[in-house]
Nanobody
Framework: QVQVVESGGGLVQAGGSLRLSCTAS????????MGWFRQAPGKEREVVSCINIGGGSTYYTDSVKGRFTISRDNAKNTLYLDMNSLKPEDTAMYYC????????????????????WGQGTQVTVSA
């Protein structure tokens, strides 16, 4: 049974930083494309960032480029999202996503590509 678990959310002032972590069990982490999505109240879930199985290819949505960094530690079965210069508009529930794949180039840029979801961790940025 695959389990995806996020941690690290919280309340932070604008301009502050947070690090989200995601662990995935029940699958070979090194063979899983991983990503972060978020959903704000009243809005659709959107991709924030994704990373391929080797970690050498990443994607960021325009609104977080230069502020967020995605990384993975395959030895620790852990995905990270370092979020800096946070803005109130970053407030959302953040979800970790995983998909088993043999494709080196796969990045989870769309939720239709996702096989497994975490339960989410809330990030709230105050003005």
């Amino acid at each position: 049974q695959v389990q995806v678990v996020e941690s690290g959310g919280g309340l932070v002032q604008a301009g502050g930083s947070l690090r989200l972590s995601c662990t995935a069990s029940g699958l070979a982490f090194a063979d899983a494309a991983m990503g972060w999505f978020r959903q704000a109240p009243g809005k659709e879930r959107e991709v924030v960032s994704c990373i391929n199985i080797g970690g050498g290819s990443t994607y960021y949505t325009d609104s977080v480029k230069g502020r967020f960094t995605i990384s993975r530690d395959n030895a620790k079965n852990t995905l990270y999202l370092d979020m800096n210069s946070l803005k109130p508009e970053d407030t959302a529930m953040y979800y970790c996503a995983a998909t088993r794949t043999t494709l080196q180039t796969l990045c989870l840029v769309n939720q239709r590509l996702v096989d497994y979801w975490g339960q989410g961790t809330q990030v709230t940025v105050s003005a």
